[in-house]
């Protein structure tokens, strides 16, 4: 049996409409087919980076809040054999205790 698809309203500007048509008139792909598709890819590299890189591809974050990042970074021991990763979930539900 095929799975449901849900039906959802989005915003866009006329001229990312009009790039995004223009586009995938040449991949044969409809609107929701390109944007659902680049959305998960999207999701799916964020999941697959390290935490640095992560933070890395965040935008603007203060000074105080780098520097907060720093402080967690430095203190890694990057010499230990038991490390374990550590996943950005985990350094948000840190900060905010």
Known sequence: MK????????TISPEDYEKISDFIKHTGQTFSEFLR????????????????EALETLPYVDKEEQAYYDEIWDTIDWNIDDAVEVKIEDVIARKGR
């Open 37 to 52: 598709e680049k959305a998960i890819a999207y999701i799916d590299d964020f999941d697959a980076m390290t935490l640095r």
């Open 3 to 10: 799975e449901r698809m849900l039906r959802r309203t989005i």
